[in-house]
């Protein structure tokens, strides 16, 4: 399979807890976004990557969210002290870096925080 | 602020006929538009495009229109099929960094 790949699917955590989820973007792609899905919303943006660097972020992405892509390959998002807010579905998409280029997505992460 | 908008949440329409979902959109640097298709338990695919220097953009059964001085687009479904249900995301990028805006959805539901 050469599609995006998140893991873990499902994460139920409890409020405070830190967690940490990872994106395995399509190989040859050199872009890479964090999107936040919540119950009847669309996805919405929050941080991307080309290559290695970081070159955006969303005012959503407070100081307890932080994203990394060290080698420019796959994606960890890591949130500490969680709070029942942050329960959402997390996606995670690629591209290539071409001008009006789609994004594939993977399945995302569903987050629940008790 | 939300910049793409999407109304009417649902929409149901008999298996053969025509689906119609709109869009709006308040940004008016948006270049370019996408439309998207999402089953349960699964990230969004991609279904179509259309940047902004074209008015209509075609690829099989599914047409995408777009009105730029009224800062709206379309997609049309034709026919509708039963693997059509799904929730349909409207989105738009600017200035080709690929940073989608999305809007809230619409549910299509198609009856056989």
């Known amino acids: 399979d050469t599609g995006v790949s998140q893991d873990p699917r499902h994460k139920i955590t409890k409020r405070g807890q830190n967690v940490t989820f990872r994106c395995d973007p399509i190989?040859?792609?050199?872009?890479l976004y964090w999107y936040r899905q919540t119950l009847g919303q669309g996805p919405e943006f929050l941080t991307y990557f080309q290559n290695e660097a970081q070159l955006e972020k969303s005012r959503l992405l407070s100081d307890r969210f932080s994203a990394e892509r060290p080698k420019g390959s796959f994606s960890t998002l890591e949130i500490q002290r969680t709070e029942q807010g942050d329960s959402a579905m997390y996606l995670c998409a690629s591209s290539l870096e071409v001008l009006n280029e789609k994004l594939f997505f993977g399945s995302g992460t569903q987050l629940s925080v008790l | 602020d939300q910049q793409v908008k999407q109304n009417s949440p649902s929409l149901s329409v008999q298996e053969g006929r025509i689906s119609i979902l709109n869009c709006d959109y308040t940004?008016?640097?948006?270049?370019?538009f996408l439309w998207y298709k999402k089953y349960p338990a699964e990230g969004p695919t991609f279904l179509i495009s259309?940047?902004?220097?074209?008015d209509k953009n075609e690829d099989g059964r599914f047409t995408v229109f777009l009105n730029k001085s009224a800062k709206h687009l379309s997609l049309h479904i034709v026919p509708s099929q039963p693997g059509d249900s799904a929730v349909y995301f409207c989105?738009?990028?600017?200035?080709?960094?690929?940073?989608?805006?999305f809007g809230k959805g619409n549910q299509v539901v198609v009856i056989p």
């Open positions: 190989s040859e792609h050199n872009r």
């Open positions: 940004n008016s640097m948006f270049d370019y």
């Open positions: 259309i940047s902004s220097i074209k």
């Open positions: 989105a738009a990028s600017q200035g080709g960094n690929n940073r989608l805006a």
